[in-house]
Structure formats: structure tokens, C-alpha cells
């Protein structure tokens, strides 16, 4: 079994690496909807497929730091449900300062990504909005058999 500082080290390492990943992940969102907006679907799939790498390549740390916390709550004989890096940092004292400094930037990152996210699907239900319109638009113009017209015919 790794000792406790063995274990915050783990921890203050993955919790540089997910708030980097979360910085990335705001990029590509960034990206997305800057790709919407310019209506670049080459550009979109490419921010998403991005995307879809990201979060592939956060199992591995989210692996890392279950069992830091489950080798960690062994220590100190609690649930490891109840281990969360705010409660590791506490629970260190003095050791777990640079973890609760980390935490809080990995908790900004997270939320920027979340605001973005909130933002760019705002952004998508709008466009979908606007579709749907246009549509009807075009069926409600093609008379009462509900037919469209080929324009290229």
C-alpha cells in the first residue's frame, strides 16, 4: 500500500492533468460553436471528433484517482464513497494545501466548460428552431398535398 503522501502526490497529479483537459475541452467547444456560427461542418466534425479523443483519454485518469482515493480511505478507515478531493484536502491538513489549491482550479475549468457547453447548445436548439421553421415555411408554400419542390429539376 503507497503511503498517504504517495497518495495526494497521485491525486495533485491528476488533478493538473484534468484541469489542462478541461482548458483543451473548452477550446474545442469553443471551436464547435465558432463552427456553427460560421456554418463549417468540416470544422464541427473536426472540434467534435476532438472532443470524442478527450473523453476517451479521461478514463485512465478517472482509474488513477478512484483507487487514490479508495487506497486513501483505506488509511484513514472511511467509505470511499464519501472521498472527494475536497474531503482528501481536509482531511491532510497541512499535506493537502496544493491539493485544495488544485481542486479549486479544477473546478473553474469545469465550470467554464460547463457555461460554454450551456452556451453552445443554446446555440444549436436555435439553429435546429430556425430549420424547423424554414421547413414548415417551405411544406406550408408547397400547397395542400405537402410535396417539395426539386429546385436543381
Not at 8 to 17: F, G, I, M
Not at 77 to 97: K, N, Y
Request: proline share 1%; charged share 35%.
Amino acid at each position: 500500500m503507497r503511503t498517504v503522501r504517495a497518495l495526494l502526490n497521485v491525486l495533485e497529479h491528476d488533478a493538473r492533468e484534468e484541469t489542462v483537459a478541461q482548458k483543451r475541452r473548452l477550446a474545442l467547444v469553443e471551436r464547435q460553436e465558432q463552427a456553427i456560427r460560421l456554418n463549417k461542418p468540416t470544422e464541427l466534425d473536426a472540434a467534435v471528433a476532438e472532443i470524442e479523443r478527450e473523453l476517451e483519454a479521461q478514463g485512465p485518469r478517472d482509474l488513477r484517482r478512484l483507487q487514490a482515493l479508495v487506497e486513501l480511505s483505506k488509511h484513514w478507515g472511511c467509505d470511499a464513497r464519501a472521498m472527494t478531493l475536497g474531503s482528501v484536502a481536509e482531511r491532510a491538513g497541512t499535506d493537502g494545501a496544493k491539493l485544495g489549491v488544485l481542486r479549486g482550479e479544477l473546478r473553474e475549468a469545469t465550470s467554464a466548460v460547463l457555461r460554454e457547453n450551456r452556451r453552445l447548445s443554446a446555440l444549436v436548439r436555435m439553429h435546429r428552431q430556425i430549420v424547423e421553421d424554414v421547413l414548415a415555411g417551405v411544406v406550408a408554400g408547397a400547397g395542400t398535398d405537402g410535396r417539395l419542390v426539386d429546385a436543381e429539376a
